[in-house]
Structure formats: structure tokens, C-alpha cells
């Protein structure tokens, strides 16, 4: 493997691993030029919440508003779909198809016992896409307008069993989530949406996959990326020799770690952001990007951000490359009251840290418009 090992006189610590990783995802310097360059950039953010992921982008597009990112999914800029884990994602329209080419048989495969109870057969999945797709060939439907048409073709909808029709139909490439409806997404054809996909093969694919996200999250393992994209171990070092001479390479704490060369470059003059303070959403790439989050949040505390291990994860304030408490404020609100929830709750944040997230506060209000 020749990856090249950065060479640095800055001596590594949590702290700067985490502001590594917040230069890469653009929420450290210059940012991200557009809704789509943040979203291709990123190679794939977790999107299950949908005004937080709209939020996540917005944090990366310096000047940008809520509207900004909403037009971008109704044009189809970025979409929104099932590629990888089972879970929702924006990413770019031309990367969908290769990724899900790579991951759908797994994930199909791995909800095989849920479908069984569900009484799920390949017969109903049939039934089930002729009638979405003669639903959406008149244009875009709503959910409850889908679940109705499944009904009529004899398909419950019930529970759970329209959901796991819709993402099945959505991992095999017949439908896609399309233009918002409020806060709701409008179901369309695939191929009416996507016009344009790229073919990549399976080799081929996860090494770009893993090329992208590495320079995208790095420093991140090889194991981060093994969960994060869903990708068998085995396959992932594969990938990762192949395009290891593309990357740089972090030594930290006995375990390798992998970033861009650009990235790693900002190691020589001081890593920027030691009294940088951001107000993440839930379920930011920053924390839910990795398959070990302890490097920017304490174990101590990650029952405050997904009380009970609900699966929930609230807003988080990240100072210095680390989360360091909570935040709330409507999601999507006009009228968004934003208030700091530190793990420090004797001390607080301190009044250079406080002076930081009202200007982030009022970066939000922006945002949303209000």
C-alpha cells in the first residue's frame, strides 16, 4: 500500500483529528460553493431527518438559505434516496444508480427475516411496482397517495409494510424521492428524475466510493468506511490499495488514518478552528459519518446526544473540533429560538464560546429566512 504518511511537526491530539475532519467537510474555511457541490462533495450525508440534513448543507454553503436547499432537491440537484445501511441520504442524481448497484443486494438480502413477517414476497414486490410506477407516470405522487395505490393492488400498507415496499422499489432503481411538498417528499419514477447515471463497476465503484469519502471525512479508517458505506472488510482494503497513492496517511494512537493530502497539508502551519464554534444538526455527518465517534465525543457523553440509545440524535455544539453539548431550536421553524445546552451545565459555555454560537444562532435565523 503506498499511501504517503503526512509528515507533521503538530502534535496530534483528539482535538485536532476532529478539526481535520471539519476542514474536510467544509465547515471549517471557505466552505462549499452550492447546494450540489456540498452534496457531491460529501459523497452522501444521512438524511432520515429531513430539515436537518437540509441544515447540514446550508451549514457548509456559506450565504445560503433554506429555500436555496429546498430548490435544489425540486430540481433534482440532489436527491434523496436509500444507497446505503437502509438509511435515507442526500447525494448527487449520477452517483444513485452505481452506488445502489453495489449495495441493494445486501441490504434486500439483510431485511430478508423483516419481509417474511411482513409477508413480503418477490410476487407482492411486483404487484407493487406496477402500481407505483402507473401512479407516478402522470407525475409525482405523495406517500399516502402511493400506499393507496399499493392498497388497490392488493398490497397493505400497513405498519410498516408500505415503507419496506417503497424502500425496496426506491433500492432497486424504480422509484426515487423527488420534489418537496411542504415537508414531505413526492415519490417519481427513477428514470424520469435521473436522467443522466453513471456506470461504474463493483472494484471500480468502491474505490471511488472510498477514494470520496476519505477525502470528503478523512482522517477516518478503513473501518469507518466499512460501516459507513456498508462495504465487506475485505473489499474495502482491496479498494483501499488501490487508491491508497491518492491519499495521505495519519498515524494516531496506534491506528491509520486516512485523509486527503490537502487536508493533511494544513497540519504544517496549525490546524485552523481551535475557538471555532458551529451549531450542527442532529445526525450530522461530523458525528453519524464514522463508526467511532469517540474521537470528537467523549463516551461520558454520548447519552446526551441519543438520550436512552434511541436513535435520535439532537443538535450538537461542536467547539475545537469536538462536541461539547446540545442545542435546540425549531427545526424548520420561522421563529427559531436557539438555545446552548453545554455538557458543562455549572460553568456554561465561556463568553467567547457564548459570543461564537449566537453568531451561529443568528446564522440559523438567516438560514431559515427568518
Known sequence: MAGATAATGTRLSPGIMGRLRLSAQGL?????????????RMTAMQAQDLQAVLWAVGQRVPGSRLDDVRGAVDRGEIV??????GTLHLL????????????????????ARRHRELEITAADVDAAASAALRLVSGGPASRADLFQAFERAGQSAAGQ??????????QRGWLVQGPLAGNQQLVVAFGDWITESRNLDRAEGIAEWLLRYFRSHGPATER???WWAGIP??????????????????KFEGTSYWLSPETAALLEDGVPGQRTVLALPGFDEFLLGYADRSLVLPPEHADRIVPGGNGVFKKT?????GVIGTWTGPAGGRDAGVVAEPFDAVNGLRPAAQKSFELQAAKYRRYLGS
Open 28 to 40: 471549517l474555511g471557505p466552505g462549499f460553493q452550492s447546494a450540489p457541490d456540498a452534496v457531491r
Open 80 to 85: 434523496r434516496s436509500w444507497p446505503m445501511r
Open 92 to 111: 448527487a442524481p449520477e452517483d444513485l444508480k452505481w452506488m445502489l448497484d453495489i449495495t441493494s443486494g445486501r441490504l434486500i438480502q439483510g431485511l
Open 161 to 170: 409494510r408500505g415503507i419496506h415496499l417503497l424502500g425496496i422499489l426506491c
Open 224 to 226: 469507518d468506511f466499512a
Open 233 to 250: 472488510l475485505t473489499e474495502t482494503r482491496t479498494a483501499l490499495a488501490r487508491v491508497a497513492d491518492q491519499l495521505a496517511e495519519l
Open 317 to 321: 455544539i461542536v467547539a475545537g473540533g
